[in-house]
Each structure stands twice: as C-alpha cells, then as structure tokens.
C-alpha cells in the first residue's frame, strides 16, 4: 500500500509543506545482502566435483567450500516447473506449470502463465530496494507471448526483473543463440569465429549490468538470477575445453557410475548403507498388468557397444564435461568481481540445477538432435563423420541416455521423471559467508519451493499480502535457515508431492511412494489402478528396494496423502495422454493463421511458433526490391538455421534458392539468367506432389513474371528450427541457413532497396502430428 502524504497542501507552495517519502524510491535495510541465484540446467546429481563428479569445477568448489553441500535437494524434473518454484517458493502446479509451457494444457493447474497472486522474489526484493537482474535461460511464458506483438506480461521484465538479457524458450544454440535485451530481440555482438559464446557473453552482461547501478548507488544490493542454459542440449563448448577431458571417459558410464559412488561416500554425499542402483531398472520388465517400457528410456550397456560406438560416446561426454567446466569458469568471472569488489563476503549465493540429467538423447545420443524431431534416425555412421567437431557449430548435439544415467549416480531414470530420484535430486549449494559460518553437507529434505522462503527468513522480510495490487497465494514452501547453523536441524518440512508428465511420488517423513509409470504415460495412466512402489529413503536412498507388499498400510496412508496434497495445490486434472496428443493441443495464438503474410524490411526476426507454415504444403516466397548496382547481393529472406531453413538470395549476379533439409543436405536452385538493374519481384515458389511424406515437388524461381530457374526438392517434415531461429527479411540474423551465402557475417542484402516480402501458404498443410509432438519435445 503507498504511503499516505503527511506534508501540508495550502494554496501556493511558500505556505506548503512537502512530504518526499511516499514518492521515494525503496531503499534496502543497511547491510543488505547481495543474491546471485545460479540455476544451472539438466547437470544431474554427480556431474561436478563436490557431488563426487569427475568433471572439474573448481569455482563451483569455491562456493562450496565457504558453504553448505546440500545432499538430499529436490525439483520437479522438468526445466518451466522447476523454475517456477525455484522463484516463487510455490509449487509448480500452483504456478500453473504442471509441465513446460510448450505443453499447457489450458487448466488453472497447467495453464504456462504465472499468476500474479504468485509473486515472485524479484518482485518482492524489488519493492524493497534491491535491483534486480535476469541473464540467461527464461522459459517462463508461452509461445504465445515469445513474440513482438505479445503483452511480454510473462516476460522476466514484466515479472519484476528490471534488466534482461538472454533467450526466453527452453533452449538456444550457444554458438547463435536468440537473444533477447530487457524487452526487445538483438543480434549477438560477435560471431564464433571471433571467439563468440552465450556463456562468456551473459556473464559479460551481468557484469555490466552490477556495475552500471554500482556506480551511481554503490550500496545498493542486487538480486542476480544467472541461468547460463549449460548444460541443456545442444551441448555447446568451446572445443579447447572439451579437448581438456580426452580419454577421461573411456571407461565408459558403468565404470564412471561405480567410481563416482564411492567418491560419493568418500565426501559423505551418501551414507555408507547407500545402495548402487541397477542399470535400466524397468525397462527389461513389464508392469503387473504387462505394460512396457518406452524403448527411448533404455540403456546400452558399454560392453554392448562396438568400438566406434565407444569412442563417440565417450567424445560426447567430454563434451557435455567441458560445457560444465566453462559454465563453471563463467561462474568464476562473477565471484572473481564481488572477490575484488569486497561484496562476495556479504552475498547470498544459490546454486542449484532444475532436474536431472537429460536421457532426451536416447539410447544413441545424437550429432544433430533435428533429425529426431523430424523422424529421421541418427546412424552411427553419419555420426563418426561429426566426431571431430562435436559441440561445435557444425552439430546439434546431445549424449546418450548412458551419460545421463551416471551423471545422476547414484539413482535411476532421469530428467521428466518426477517419481525417482534421478529426475529430482539436484545438486544445490548455498553460500554466504557473513552469516554462514559453517561448513560442509547439510542432509535436510529440501525441495525448489523452500528456497525463496529460505531467503525471506534470512533477510527479515515478511511475504508480502498484497503485491502489485494481487491478494497473493501463500508460500508454500519451507525455510531451511534453521541449517545454516546446525546439520542436525529440523526444518519443520514434512511432506512434498510431485507430479510430471503422469509420474506421481510423494515423499513423508522419511517414507517415499512412487506411482510405476514412464512419463508422458499414454496407456498406462489408469490412475484409480495404477501400481504404486513404496521406500524407505533413510535406509534405502536410491530407491533401489520396493517395500510396498511389506508395509501396505504405509503405503495406502502415502497415497491417499498424494491425493490429498493433490487437492491442496490444484494438480489436477492429471495428464494422461500420450506425447503426440499433448503437443499437438491446440493453443491460443496472437494471431489467427492466414494464408497470405506480408513483411517488411527492417521488422524484427518472426520466431517460428508465429511465422507462416510452410511445412509439407505448396508455398511461394515473394520479394519485391529495386537493384541498384550489378554487384547487389546478399539475403532477401531467410526462414531457419543450419539445421533446417530455407533462404533466397543473390549471389555472384544470380538469384539462388536454397532449402536445408534438416542439415543434412543443402538443396540449392540457381537462375539460368543473371538479375539486371531496377525494380523486379523476386520469387520462390513450391509445388508439392501428392502426400509423400516427407513432401517433394518442383521449386520454381522467378524474375517478374519470367521463370528463371527450376528444381526438385525435398521439405523438412518438422519445424526448422529447435533453438528459436525466425523469419528474416534482408538478412539471415544468426546461424547461417548455407555456407554458399556471399560475404561475412551478418548475412544482409546490400546493392539494393528491399520494399516487401510475401509468403503465401494457401495451399493445404500435410500434417503429421507424430513429428509435430516430436519436434515440440525437443523445447523441455
């Protein structure tokens, strides 16, 4: 509520008294301290190195060894819930995030949109004199607001965050990434060939971002959310850090697994009684009722490989190691500056992962993830080709479900997996030297809701009733703060239920339940029905020994519990559709789709969820522009990137067209005849064949109305683009669609006047919603 004026208002200001207070700006409690809140993404339990982990993390060390290890840490097993929590102190189904924003449902429970009545702790501090900034991963509003003509309400500047820079979706390619400063899209300031990463580049922004506040207000504290997006796929690193790890994972990640859990032991991550998990613990078994596992969440035992499929396997590691280890150096650019600036001392750090290492590799891993998501498999062959350029530019790549597997030693399954542990244990680290005077691993059951509370207790501050106007919802989460002192604390949390995808588990004092389903369950979601697992988490912490038939009263008191606390935090309507149903839901959209767009120079990049779709139907690409010089060239238009995208161009005097089928071949159509000087529409224009999937026909190129140039190709049965790649007019923004483009990055047309383009979709779409739902995945 503002504050009333208490001065005095007269009839001219000489016989006035004024009050400044109510229009003052908050101003934080004296000796307030700093946040940086680091949310790393998909690095399971025992990457790095103070969790047992073989990849090298020295600074992440430093944060640890002035803090507290949190060993029995827990999230929602997937990227938009978690994130949710991680800022709200709320659960997710609460948040309305029962799954990835990509997968809302349209129920007050699954909705992609952040209520309000939840505020957030940028909102909160903010109002309390802090700044507050955002760099990195958002993946906190629909599709539908990912674009220039949305309210941006859901945007990290409209939930409380005053500055912003980095990319709104699930995921982005490290090397092109799609970036976004505070409200506006941007063009990254470097190409990779001038040593370019989103990495060093966000933490090059957080730096200015401090600095620019500091420098006018120098006591003023500051909130940091710092989600670098490593290690999401595509696991992007430079390659001098991935050559850092060769031969280190040769062993394999049986091997890997087995070392890791006695270092485990060792630091005391684990108690000695502590079990090793089993390899593919389901998915050599049926379910009571003969239900089978998803082959996709399986694993290769090593011995089974071949050589080559060794040696590819063991690369991808050392590159997902060397993604970690330079998100880790980055991480150290920032605790180097509040090192030097006297401010580390008094900050708050939290450092968390928000769910488990990734199996979306599947059993295979993949050199260029596109395929998958277009249906297409990815042959071991045509991998080994990518071996010496993995995680760089030239792929899209991701591990095999092995590596995620014993990233999370010492528990099973993996990321999307809300029922075991491998999905929900995390790493987090707490840090704050001022007030933390005590060292070393902290054992409480903690989860992503009790951190914000954490936070509140710590500072003094009182969850506000009202924010913004909005009655909020109360925090639901448990403050740990009674740890920072004493490991044997209590925190007073009893209970947390989880539920993702289908997978349900709730854990009790000590006692777990866990409904037996794969995510995105399809046939197996008769949840009145369904089998449920039961474990004792204090005698059995990696779930590796079912008790329910032994203790079925405890059992029934845990599940009837899971329905209760379902009620409590609005989980339902449970999800119960396979994949392809989920992602194929229709959804709200800024605008109805039409089968004429018009578009003009100089607009911003059109994301690929609000562009024309062109895939697998008839379409024409139209350009109209003046040529001025015979030497104009460049890009008319460009849709996509190297893993899938289609461009015209002019090149060498020639009007081009080239379609990037899933970055696997280039299709390029050239015109017979040279362009000349003057006003001219430049076009591209598709005819399908029939209902082949994936679609061919004949593209035609033309000057005017004269035909200039004409071929077969072959379109891309997906969406282009997995990482947020638009629709340019003019130019190619990021990642180039071809090598053949003229000149240097970026990829623009110069020599002439572009006055509009135009794509016409009037022809009716083959749709295939299998690929379409695969093609949707690939944003978890």
């Known amino acids: ?59 992440i060390n430093r944060i640890a060894e002035r803090g507290l290890t949190y060993t029995n840490f827990h999230t929602t097993a997937l990227c938009s819930p978690t994130r949710s929590s991680l800022l709200t102190g709320r659960n997710h189904t609460t948040n309305s995030m029962a799954s990835i924003t990509e997968a809302a449902a349209g129920f007050p429970n699954s909705s992609g949109h952040i209520p309000f009545e939840c505020g957030n702790i940028a909102e909160v501090l903010g109002e309390r004199g802090w700044n507050t900034y955002m760099v990195g991963k958002w993946h906190l509003c629909p599709e539908d607001e990912m674009n220039l003509a949305s309210t941006r309400r859901q945007w990290p500047l409209g939930r409380g965050f005053e500055r912003f820079y980095g990319f709104l979706g699930a995921e982005t390619n490290q090397w092109y990434p799609d970036l976004v400063h505070d409200n506006h899209p941007v063009d990254q300031p470097a190409s990779p060939e001038e040593g370019y990463h989103f990495g060093t580049d966000i933490t090059d922004r957080a730096l200015a971002f401090i600095r620019d506040a500091k420098a006018v207000a120098p006591d003023k504290p500051f909130l940091l959310y710092y989600c670098p997006g490593a290690c999401h796929a595509p696991h992007h690193a430079p390659q001098e850090w991935s050559d850092r790890y060769r031969g280190k994972f040769d062993m394999g990640y049986e091997m890997y697994r087995e070392q890791v859990f006695q270092r485990q032991k060792t630091l005391g991550i684990l108690p000695e009684h502590a079990e090793l998990s089993p390899i593919n613990p389901y998915v050599d078994q049926t379910s009571k009722d003969g239900k089978t596992w998803p082959e996709l969440d399986t694993v290769r035992p090593w011995e089974s490989l071949t050589d080559d499929e060794k040696r590819l396997f063991a690369r991808m590691a050392e590159v997902y190691a060397g993604f970690l280890s330079h998100a880790d150096h980055e991480i150290g650019r920032l605790l180097d500056y509040l090192e030097q600036s006297g401010q580390l001392d008094n900050t708050l750090i939290v450092l968390v992962s928000d769910n488990g290492a990734s199996g979306e590799g599947g059993p295979n891993g993949s050199v260029n993830e596109n395929k998958l998501f277009n249906g297409l498999p990815d042959k071991i062959e045509e991998n080994l080709d990518h071996l010496d350029v993995l995680g760089t530019p030239l792929t899209y790549n991701h591990y095999p479900t092995g590596w995620a597997w014993a990233f999370n030693t010492p528990f099973k399954m993996w990321k999307r997996y809300a029922n075991y542990e491998g999905g929900t244990a995390d790493p987090m680290i707490v840090s704050w030297p001022e007030r933390i005077t005590e060292h070393g691993v902290r054992t409480q059951y903690t989860h992503a809701v009790d951190i914000v509370p954490t936070v509140y207790e710590a500072f003094g501050i009182e969850v506000p009733e009202t924010l913004k106007g909005y009655t909020q919802f109360p925090v639901e989460g448990v403050s740990f703060v009674a740890s920072f002192d004493d490991p044997a604390a209590k925190t007073g949390k009893q209970t947390q239920f989880y539920s993702m995808g289908g997978t349900r588990a709730i854990w009790n004092d000590g006692w777990k339940a866990a409904a037996l389903s794969p995510a995105a369950p399809d046939c197996w979601a008769d949840y009145p029905s369904q089998q449920w697992e039961l474990f004792n988490t204090d005698l059995d912490p990696t779930e590796c020994h079912d008790v329910a038939d032994e203790h079925p009263d405890k059992l029934r008191e845990l599940i009837d519990l899971w329905w209760i606390q379902a009620g409590m935090y609005n989980a339902l309507p449970l999800e119960n559709r396979g994949a392809v149903e989920i992602l194929t839901t229709e959804r709200p959209q800024i605008a109805k789709p039409r089968n004429r767009y018009v578009y003009y120079p100089g607009c911003a990049e059109v994301p690929e969820s609000v562009a024309p779709n062109t895939r697998n139907r008839s379409y024409t690409v139209a350009v109209e522009a003046d040529i001025e010089t015979d030497e104009a060239s460049g890009v008319l238009f460009s849709h996509g990137a190297r893993f899938g995208g289609h461009a015209l161009y002019v090149k060498d005097g020639r009007l081009k067209y080239v379609y990037n089928w899933v970055g696997m071949f280039e299709q390029i159509v050239e015109s017979d005849v040279p362009i000349t000087t003057g006003p001219a529409v430049f076009s591209a224009s598709f005819e399908r064949d029939g209902d082949t ?62 006055h509009k383009a135009v794509v016409d979709v009037s022809g009716a779409p083959f749709v295939d919603l299998a690929q379409e739902a695969a093609m949707a995945f690939a944003r978890d």
């Open 1 to 59: 509520m503002a504050k009333p004026f208490k001065g005095v208002v007269n009839l001219d200001i000489t016989k006035s008294t004024p009050d400044w207070e109510p229009f003052a700006q908050p101003v934080a409690p004296d000796g307030s301290p700093n946040v940086l809140y680091i949310v790393l993404d998909d690095v399971g339990f025992s990457a790095m190195q103070p969790y047992g982990g073989l990849i090298e993390t020295p600074n």
């Open 693 to 754: 999937m994936p679609a061919e026909g004949t593209l035609t190129l033309h000057i005017g109305d004269t035909k200039v140039g004409e071929g077969r190709i072959r379109t891309q049965p997906g969406r282009f683009s997995i990482a947020g790649e638009g629709l340019n007019i003019g130019r190619d923004s990021g990642e180039p669609i071809t090598d053949d483009y003229p000149g240097q990055s970026p990829w623009t047309f110069v020599g002439g006047t572009i």
